[in-house]
């Protein structure tokens, strides 16, 4: 079980986040250039996995 947001103790600073990994190359600015049908189909994902409501 989970604690409330509310009940959780709170501090005064926080850590500052890395931009990105130390083994993750860096990406090239911009879009990739795909469509979003490309990136559908390279994921595997298909209309008939969902269901319409």
Excluded: C, I
């Excluded at 500052?16 to 190359?25: L, S, T």
Aim: proline share 15%; net charge negative.
């Amino acid at each position: 079980m989970s604690v409330p947001e509310e009940n959780r103790p709170k501090t005064d600073t926080t850590e500052a986040a890395p931009d990105r990994r130390e083994d993750e190359p860096p990406r090239p600015p911009g879009g990739t250039g795909r469509t979003l049908r490309e990136a559908l189909e390279e994921a595997h994902v298909r209309p008939d996995d969902y269901a319409e409501e």
